[in-house]
């Protein structure tokens, strides 16, 4: 018993060590071809940049995590399958590992606490209310959205949404009969049109002057 000790140690070490060397390389092949993808449209607001790096920051820590653990679980079912002639064969008591466990709670505990901070800090950032904002009332309905500049007799109503470029705008969003949600994916930001409710978002706009979809998420 004694000589198989080391033996089935020094085994189970090397099933480590291919474990996390193929997902290694596995890993950086998905985050490489993660980054590479061109996941949104071309931005047109400043908070698309924090947005994106964020992106960019929670593909880098999830793929690795997924990539792990799916090659674990592929290693383990193809190495120890059973084979013909073990249908009634139990497996070796194991007794479980304390060491490991809190390993593997704390460690994505960690993760988990870092993005969530890190998103917090980027959505306080990018809801910052800029002075002097221009004010856009958004209104949805069944089915199509209506656009409010200014008030009064000088008020402006449209069906299309104009905005100039550089400026900080600040959308009052509302609904006529259900739930909506506005969102112009080259700002990366959207907003719920809720019935009786105003809410906000806002957005500051680029210098790149073109034509963006607005469309209910």
């Given at each position: 018993m004694?000589?198989?000790?080391?033996?089935?140690?020094?085994?189970?070490?090397?099933?480590?060590?291919?474990?996390?060397?193929?997902?290694?390389?596995?890993?950086?092949?998905?985050v490489?071809?993660?980054?590479?993808?061109?996941?949104?449209?071309?931005?047109?607001?400043?908070?698309?940049?924090?947005?994106?790096?964020?992106?960019?920051?929670?593909?880098?820590?999830?793929?690795?995590?997924?990539?792990l653990?799916?090659?674990?679980?592929?290693?383990?079912?193809?190495?120890?399958?059973?084979?013909?002639?073990?249908?009634?064969?139990?497996?070796?008591?194991?007794?479980g590992?304390?060491?490991l466990?809190?390993?593997?709670?704390?460690?994505?505990?960690?993760?988990?606490?870092?993005l969530?901070?890190?998103?917090?800090?980027?959505?306080?950032?990018?809801?910052?209310?800029?002075?002097?904002s221009?004010?856009?009332?958004?209104?949805?309905?069944?089915?199509?959205?209506?656009f409010?500049?200014?008030?009064?007799?000088d008020?402006?109503?449209s069906?299309q949404?104009?905005?100039?470029?550089n400026?900080?705008?600040?959308?009052?969003?509302?609904?006529?009969d259900?739930?909506?949600?506005?969102?112009?994916?080259?700002?990366?930001?959207?907003?719920?049109?809720?019935?009786?409710i105003?809410t906000?978002?806002?957005?500051?706009?680029?210098?790149?002057?073109?034509e963006?979809?607005?469309?209910?998420?």
């Open positions: 004694s000589e198989q000790a080391p033996v089935a140690s020094q085994e189970s070490r090397a099933q480590l060590r291919q474990m996390l060397l193929i997902g290694l390389v596995a890993s950086i092949l998905g490489a071809l993660a980054l590479v993808i061109d996941w949104f449209p071309v931005p047109a607001s400043e908070q698309a940049g924090p947005i994106d790096t964020l992106w960019d920051v929670l593909l880098i820590a999830s793929v690795p995590v997924f990539v653990v799916e090659t674990i679980v592929l290693y383990c079912a193809i190495k120890f399958r059973m084979k013909p002639g073990e249908e009634l064969k139990d497996g070796p008591p194991i007794h590992n304390t060491e466990e809190i390993i593997w709670t704390a460690i994505p505990a960690i993760l988990l606490v870092g969530c901070t890190y998103a917090y800090v980027v959505l306080v950032d990018i809801e910052k209310a800029e002075a002097d221009m004010q856009v009332r958004v209104v949805g309905e069944q089915f199509t959205w209506t409010y500049y200014g008030e009064g007799e008020q402006i109503v069906n949404l104009y905005l100039p470029a400026t900080a705008v600040n959308f009052t969003v509302q609904s006529k259900v739930i909506h949600d506005f969102w112009v994916p080259a700002f990366r930001m959207k907003m719920d049109a809720v019935p009786g105003d906000h978002l806002r957005v500051t706009t680029t210098g790149d002057i073109d963006y979809p607005v469309v209910c998420a």
